[in-house]
């Protein structure tokens, strides 16, 4: 499973776009959609046989079957502050056949969804619709975050679809998977009731660089004043309903990994400690109460140091 997640990400990082001019003929589709322009990019099976494909590139992307029974995806993924869409423009997926296309709202595998059902916008529900036969994708279908998957059985030779993938700025961007293994990342809440989790496919150090999350509030002559408290730790267990957590796990939803570390407060000194998250999957998670504007900022890195982590996942150490 670690290292299915691994070999995504690396052709996540590493997607080479190529292009067949041989391929651009598929003009032809008109309707309602306006063609093809760009060159399209063919989904083909790999020589064991797979068809699971990371994109972090914007194009138009064709999959004929080879009339195989296999569940393949195709697993979009762009900058953390933008969103995706998916646009049809070609749609052959019979239904009879046992054909069926699912447009996912986030990523999904093993089982496993992100965001999480406590971090998504939508209900669960909401978050994928099904297609078949008359029953097509028309309009284009955006996602509320950064990643989006399109799963896809098509048993039937000669079925299949070309999509556009485009990418847009993504005005709050609350959920992301985020594809370096090092970086600096600003989570925040806009004052809403959310919760944003950003996620990263690898074990990774945390330090927190600047936190603005709940408040310490001291009355003063009747006004209230905001002071910088510092970071207190285990505020979700103080009651607190605004927190960060460091969490860490094997799989995708960030509700079903380990918690590292929580923490709440004001503070804009970086912090001297790390937190090291020893799994397969880290992940920074923001709760908010939507009583106050929220926003954490981490810095973070590829773990190196293995000395003594504040969560170790025993099955990445499993892992030959
Ligand atoms: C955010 O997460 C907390 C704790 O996991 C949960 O109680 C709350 O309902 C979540 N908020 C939303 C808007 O789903």
């Not at 399209?40 to 068809?51: A, N, Q, S, W």
């Not at 460091?246 to 804009?268: I, N, Q």
């Not at 880290?282 to 293995?306: H, I, Q």
Request: glycine share 8%; charged share 20%.
């Amino acid at each position: 499973m670690i290292s299915l997640l691994k070999l995504l990400l690396t052709f996540a990082v590493f997607d080479v776009t190529f292009s067949s001019p041989v391929l651009q003929t598929l003009q032809a589709q008109k309707k309602r959609f306006s063609p093809p322009t760009e060159s399209v990019i063919p989904l083909e099976h790999d020589e064991t046989g797979k068809c699971i494909y990371v994109k972090s590139e914007e194009g138009i992307y064709l999959f004929s079957s080879p009339g195989s029974p296999q569940v393949c995806g195709l697993y979009v993924i762009a900058d953390p502050q933008h969103s995706v869409h998916f646009t049809f423009h070609e749609f052959r997926v019979s239904c009879e056949k046992g054909g069926l296309l699912s447009v996912v709202d986030g990523w999904e595998l093993n089982g496993q969804f992100f965001p999480g059902n406590e971090d998504h916008p939508k209900p669960p529900e909401k978050r994928f619709a099904e297609y078949c036969g008359e029953n097509r994708p028309w309009s284009t279908i955006s996602t509320s975050q950064n990643v989006g998957l399109l799963e896809f059985r098509l048993p039937a030779k000669g079925d299949g679809f070309t999509v556009s993938v485009t990418f847009s700025q993504n005005p709050k961007p609350c959920n992301a998977v985020l594809q370096q293994p090092s970086g600096v990342y600003t989570l925040r809440n806009y004052g809403q009731r959310v919760n944003c989790t950003m996620s990263i496919i690898f074990p990774e150090t945390f330090q927190i660089l600047a936190s603005s999350v709940g408040r310490h509030s001291t009355p003063i002559t009747g006004r209230t004043m905001d002071v910088e408290t510092g970071i207190v730790k285990k505020c979700k267990k103080l009651g607190l309903e605004d927190y960060v957590e460091v969490r860490g796990g094997d799989g995708l939803d960030p509700s079903m990994m380990s918690v590292a570390e929580d923490f709440c407060g004001t503070d804009s000194v970086p912090g001297r400690s790390s937190v090291d998250v020893a799994c397969g999957n880290s992940a920074v998670r923001l709760v908010s109460s939507g009583k106050f504007e929220n926003s954490v900022t981490v810095s973070f890195d590829l773990l190196m140091d293995w000395g003594s982590p504040s969560l170790v996942c025993p099955t990445l150490l499993e892992t030959p």
